[in-house]
């Protein structure tokens, strides 16, 4: 399988963003697909995990309630809603499929290219 994200872009603080991240290739729907995000001079920060069939995701911790992940398997895309943005949601954000649900990233075995998100002030 193959990962694209977009929908990145510059947005004010307290406004919204949705991301995708497209697949290509087979068996998207066997894979457990993940968010990630990095700022500048940051390490990569887990964001969100959902399950094979969308009926499950694990969240951070902090983001919980302004983020929501969903799939649709038919697509071959993962959404991630973003609400109430702030600053500090500024990073550089990657999609990821993996066999586990984890917070780990290296246990996902493939990346997309990341798409950029900033939140001004």
């Known amino acids: 399988v193959q990962l694209q994200a977009s929908g990145g872009g510059l947005v004010q603080a307290g406004g919204s963003l949705r991301l995708s991240c497209a697949a290509s290739?087979?068996?998207?729907?066997?894979?457990?697909i993940g968010w990630f995000r990095q700022a500048p001079g940051k390490v990569r920060e887990f964001v969100v995990a959902?399950?094979?069939?969308?009926?499950?995701?694990v969240y951070a911790d902090s983001l919980q309630g302004r983020f929501t992940i969903s799939r649709d398997n038919a697509k071959n895309t993962v959404y991630l809603q973003m609400n109430s943005l702030e600053p500090a949601d500024t990073a550089v954000y990657y999609c990821?499929?993996?066999?586990?649900?984890?917070?780990?990233?290296?246990?996902?075995?493939?990346w997309g290219q990341g798409t950029l998100v900033t939140v001004s002030s």
């Open positions: 990821a499929a993996g066999t586990t649900t984890t917070t780990m990233a290296f246990r996902y075995d493939v």
């Open positions: 290739g087979r068996s998207f729907s066997s894979y457990i």
């Open positions: 959902i399950s094979q069939s969308g009926d499950s995701a």
